[in-house]
């Protein structure tokens, strides 16, 4: 009986879905001599996605770094459109409330031109319908003043000045397994408490 029972929780256990991680990558080429890549890894739907930014070649100092819509470099950077908005709300810093999906404030680069970071971000995401996959990061040649001057294109792109180097958000690593609906945790583990529930239930029966 016990043995059965461990069978049981051993297959019950294996209906808890988990989410397949993902891992996005950013080569970043072209006319100004800027070089570089981004990597994206983000471990499931509901978790924060981190990432990591290498760039060499710019000038000291910071420069606005965002998401562009498209992954259209036909005319280099320049056909990547705007910042990636599905939202359409006004421009701003990556932690105000309102900011375009693509807002990613500004790199810094030393004084030998390397911009090194990494950080988290609660609103791009690799998952579902709003997923950055195959979308653009665009390195400009000026600030990101995140929405706050009087400007006339701050609001719309943070005044950061033109486009120095971009690369297209392609796949670094997706799972073979077809993707789950995105949701808080609970329904994934549904299954998995309806078979512990009838497996309860069995046991009571069979044991009289
Ligand atoms: C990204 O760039 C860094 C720094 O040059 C390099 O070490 C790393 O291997 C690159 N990553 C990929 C996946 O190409
Ligand atoms: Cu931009
Ligand atoms: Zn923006």
Redesign the pocket.
Known sequence: MKVLIALALLGCSSLVKADQPKKA?A?LQGTSGVT??I?LSQPSCTEPVFIEV?V?GLTPGKHGFHIHEKGDLNDGCASTGGHYNPDKVTHGAPNDQVRHVGDLGNIVADENGLAKTSFSDTVVSLYGSRSVLGRAFVVHAGVDDFGKTNHPDSLKTGNAGGRVVCGVIGV?FLSDEPEQPCSSGTPTVLPALICLLITFFAVRVLGN
Request: hydrophobic share 50%.
């Open positions: 990558i080569f570089g890549n990597t290498t060499f670094l």
